[in-house]
């Protein structure tokens, strides 16, 4: 008995702890978009599988923490989720990716995350319309990512928000397709452009056959729906030989490079990463 007594303190103390902890992140972040300072927006290419080209470049935010370093987006947009700072973090993300794409000389588009907490306010469209009129980027060159959980419902007008910025001209794809419970309900309900295949898939795909099945499953669904289709998550060459094989349009992964700062932050980043 005394043993279990003693499990539940050291349970509820590590409760209590985690509870601070988060509290206490959450005023960070706060703070950190307030002073605009500490955020960063990385971008990854994606490549073309016939040409090699990068079509596009997926903004993917950043957060340098004055004590504990770069933290994870894993980590703390579900803090700005559930605390009401998504809408500014995600405002945050899309006009320096909006802004940072109108200068890039190749032309490649750029793909913003928009999280499910963003979508159903009516906030985001109109938000879109500004990032893209201030940077002067036109909305061809502009993509926004959306999970499936994102679209597990329309009870919240999620899809007419979607709606207004595709019919702006912006594409929109859905992201870590397979994951969810619904993913070809998600297809019926709204004219995607892109869908992105999860990670955990194409990695897998080199060993199990039931998961390469799955991968052309989905390149086939993409070419009959004329969507394009990414294969996330290529770390290997054997990653890329086999999502090519099984008809992927586009690729990204560690294999063709990882996130990386603009050239404008690069210094300061170089810098965070010394000290
Ligand atoms: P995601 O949208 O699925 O983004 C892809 C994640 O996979 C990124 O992690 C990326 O760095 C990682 N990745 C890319 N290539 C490889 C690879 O070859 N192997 C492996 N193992 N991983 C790879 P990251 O940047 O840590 O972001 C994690 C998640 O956080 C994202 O998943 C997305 O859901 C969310 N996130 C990131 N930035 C934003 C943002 O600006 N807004 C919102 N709402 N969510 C964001
Ligand atoms: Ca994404
Ligand atoms: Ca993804
Ligand atoms: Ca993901």
């Known amino acids: 008995k005394a043993a279990g007594k003693g499990t539940w303190r050291v349970f509820s103390d590590d409760m209590e702890i985690r509870i601070q902890e988060r509290a206490r992140l959450q005023a960070d972040l706060r703070a950190a ?26 903004a ?37 990716a909006c802004n940072d794409a109108a200068g890039w000389e190749d ?21 879109v319309l500004e990032a893209l009129s201030r940077s002067g980027l036109s909305p061809g060159r502009l993509e926004i990512e959306v999970t499936e959980t994102a679209m597990l419902d329309d009870e919240n007008g999620g899809i007419g928000d979607l709606r207004r910025i ?21 297809l019926r309900a709204f004219p995607f452009d892109k869908i992105k295949i999860d990670g955990s898939f194409v990695r897998d795909a080199v060993e199990r056959p ?27 060459e054997a990653h890329l030989n086999r999502v090519l094989e099984e008809g992927c349009s586009e690729v990204q992964g560690y294999f063709y490079g990882r996130p990386a700062p603009s050239d404008r932050d690069a210094a300061t980043v170089m810098e965070l990463n010394r000290a």
């Open 33 to 58: 978009l307030k002073a605009r300072d500490g955020l960063f927006v990385f971008y990854q290419p994606i490549i073309d599988a016939g040409s090699k080209t990068i079509t596009s470049r997926e």
């Open 60 to 96: 993917l935010v950043r957060w340098h923490h004055p004590q504990r370093g770069w933290i994870s987006p894993a980590e703390f947009v579900p803090i700005a989720e559930q605390s009401g700072l998504i809408d500014q973090l995600g405002e945050f993300v899309l006009n320096t």
């Open 210 to 236: 039931e998961s390469a099945a799955v991968v052309r499953a989905i390149a086939d669904l993409g070419k009959r729906l004329g969507v394009t289709t990414v294969a996330e998550g290529v770390e290997t």
């Open 107 to 127: 032309g490649a588009r750029v793909a913003v995350n928009v999280s499910a907490a963003q979508l159903g306010k009516g906030t985001i469209a109109p938000a």
């Open 166 to 186: 595709r019919d702006m001209g912006v594409r929109v794809a859905l992201d870590d397709f397979g994951t969810g419970y619904s993913s070809l309900t998600h």
